[in-house]
């Protein structure tokens, strides 16, 4: 734990509670909001305390990633049974990092612009990839299943949590707009109105968590005939 001395009559603030303030302002007021000034007035610190720890708001976001990621449950916590196929486990570790964004929708924008490369986002990386071998995956293929799941939750997040993503509201006039579609142009679009826009969010992530599963199962087995 990294402790400086506070300007006088200030306490010093470690660098383990500077990055959890943080990470409650982020929550609070987004990325773009969040400024090192702001932070230091929360702390009842100065901005020359906080740049003794990080040389400025970017490098502080890094830790606020990997704070978030130390959120996500692994696969085996105390009291959980131990995932029975390679696709239980793809869809506990996926389903948590969906609960994680979803509870810290303004820090899903961070994980658009960095790779997490911390302790925790690494282990949350070394253990899907762990459990992955575990079950047989070739290390090329455990790698490539772990890449396209995480970018199907975080991209999944991006849109759901986008400043302009649209509500039901928006979703039903879609809905309207694509039935008034010339049926002789878009019949397809026109017949799935519904299918297209009238899906709640939540299914549509478990669906297509499952279209992704299903994809990852085929090239592990045409994998497999070829070895």
Same mark, same amino acid.
């Given at each position: *734990? @990294?402790?400086? $001395?506070? /300007?006088?009559?200030?306490?010093?603030?470690?660098?383990? !509670?500077? #990055? =959890?303030?943080?990470? +409650?302002?982020?929550?609070?007021?987004?990325?773009?909001?969040?400024? *090192? @000034?702001?932070? $230091?007035? /929360?702390?009842?610190?100065?901005?020359?305390?906080?740049? !003794?720890? #990080? =040389?400025?708001?970017? +490098?502080?976001?890094?830790?606020?990633?990997?704070?978030?990621?130390?959120?996500?449950?692994?696969?085996?916590?105390?009291?959980?049974?131990?995932?029975?196929?390679? !696709?239980?486990? =793809?869809?506990?570790?996926?389903?948590?990092?969906?609960?994680?964004?979803?509870?810290?929708?303004?820090?899903?924008?961070?994980?658009?612009?960095?790779?997490?490369?911390?302790?925790?986002?690494?282990?949350?990386?070394?253990?899907?990839?762990?459990?992955?071998?575990?079950?047989?995956?070739?290390?090329?293929?455990?790698?490539?299943?772990?890449?396209?799941?995480?970018?199907?939750?975080?991209?999944?997040?991006?849109?759901?949590?986008?400043?302009?993503?649209?509500?039901?509201?928006?979703?039903?006039?879609?809905?309207?707009?694509?039935?008034?579609?010339?049926?002789?142009?878009?019949?397809?679009?026109?017949?799935?109105?519904?299918?297209?826009?009238?899906?709640?969010?939540?299914?549509?992530?478990?669906?297509?968590?499952?279209?992704?599963?299903?994809?990852?199962?085929?090239?592990?087995?045409?994998?497999?005939?070829?070895?």
């Amino acid at each position: *734990m @990294r402790i400086t $001395a506070g /300007r006088r009559g200030r306490p010093p603030r470690s660098f383990e !509670r500077i #990055v =959890a303030v943080a990470s +409650e302002l982020v929550d609070e007021v987004g990325i773009n909001a969040f400024n *090192m @000034r702001l932070l $230091a007035a /929360r702390l009842n610190t100065s901005t020359t305390t906080l740049y !003794r720890h #990080v =040389a400025g708001k970017e +490098e502080l976001m890094v830790h606020v990633v990997d704070q978030l990621l130390a959120e996500v449950e692994g696969i085996s916590e105390p009291g959980e049974a131990r995932p029975r196929t390679w !696709r239980d486990a =793809a869809r506990h570790a996926s389903l948590q990092l969906h609960r994680v964004l979803s509870d810290h929708p303004n820090a899903v924008p961070l994980l658009v612009t960095q790779v997490p490369i911390g302790p925790n986002g690494m282990a949350v990386r070394e253990r899907t990839i762990s459990t992955l071998l575990e079950f047989g995956f070739s290390r090329p293929l455990a790698a490539r299943a772990y890449t396209a799941l995480a970018h199907y939750v975080i991209g999944f997040a991006v849109q759901q949590h986008a400043p302009s993503a649209p509500g039901p509201e928006q979703a039903a006039a879609l809905g309207e707009y694509y039935r008034g579609l010339d049926p002789k142009l878009y019949p397809h679009t026109v017949a799935a109105a519904d299918d297209l826009t009238g899906v709640p969010l939540e299914d549509e992530f478990l669906e297509g968590l499952e279209f992704l599963i299903d994809g990852i199962e085929r090239a592990r087995r045409r994998r497999s005939h070829r070895g």
